[in-house]
């Protein structure tokens, strides 16, 4: 079974802080891994793939991977209220094209 | 790039009654869409993988003569919920695979059976 485990949060950070919002895979074959953020009632929205281990950097996003240890994590530096969400972590684990999805962390930036 | 078009936004419908949601693919072609279906504070769930051509692939425990999918050609796929009932509300969101960029989703669709 491929499983993907979020903390569900809440999450509750002050404006101008580092998120850190973490993901685990049970699959060790998985190829691709993807950062999603979810407002209420509207679908996701990519924020960050990331495909090797190490940190990618985009703005204010960073995501790191380690393989090894089968952790995907994301860090949002100076959080804004606008980043409060739901953030989705999706792994394809290279066989077919679909996704596993975690149940996702949400996240409240406090201004 | 890489726009999926989803309708309804929204939709309400009576108990037993049969309710079809449209995704397009509005500057690509989706060789592959994917069906997830999202209840309140929950994660999405893939529910079936829909191919142009071909019969769809349904996820354990997702009944294929119920929520029935046609993907006929590589710009358009349907999910139609046959003879719906309340514990079938939920938001349904469709995705397509655009290259190696990962994956871009509808807007999804709201259902409330009443």
């Known amino acids: 079974q491929k499983e993907v485990e979020q903390n569900s949060g809440p999450l509750s950070v002050p404006e101008g802080a580092i998120a850190s919002l973490n993901c685990t895979y049970s699959?060790?074959?998985?190829?691709?891994f993807f950062w999603y953020r979810q407002y209420s009632g509207k679908s996701p929205e990519l924020i960050m793939s990331?495909?090797?281990?190490g940190d990618k950097e985009d703005g204010r996003f960073t995501a790191q991977l380690n393989k090894a240890s089968q952790y995907v994590s994301l860090l949002i530096r100076d959080s804004q209220p606008s980043d409060s969400a739901t953030y989705l972590c999706?792994?394809?684990?290279?066989?077919?094209?679909?996704?596993?999805f975690g149940t996702g962390t949400s996240l409240t930036v406090i201004p | 790039g890489a726009v999926v078009s989803q309708h309804p936004s929204w939709v309400i419908c009576k108990s037993g009654t049969s309710v079809k949601i449209e995704c397009r693919s509005l500057?690509?072609?989706?060789?592959?869409m994917f069906w997830y279906r999202q209840f309140p504070k929950q994660s999405l769930m893939l529910m079936a993988t829909?191919?142009?051509?071909?019969?769809?692939?349904?996820e354990q425990g997702v009944e294929k003569d119920k929520f029935l999918i046609n993907h006929a050609s590589l710009t358009l796929s349907t999910l139609t919920v046959t003879s719906a009932h309340p514990e079938d509300s939920s938001f349904y969101i469709c995705?397509?695979?655009?290259?190696?960029?990962?994956?871009?989703f509808g807007s999804g669709t709201r259902l409330t059976v009443v």
């Open positions: 999706a792994v394809n684990p290279g066989t077919g094209n679909q996704f596993y």
């Open positions: 990331i495909y090797s281990n």
């Open positions: 699959d060790r074959v998985s190829q691709s």
């Open positions: 995705s397509a695979s655009y290259g190696n960029y990962g994956y871009t």
């Open positions: 500057d690509f072609q989706a060789t592959t």
């Open positions: 829909s191919n142009e051509g071909s019969k769809a692939t349904y």
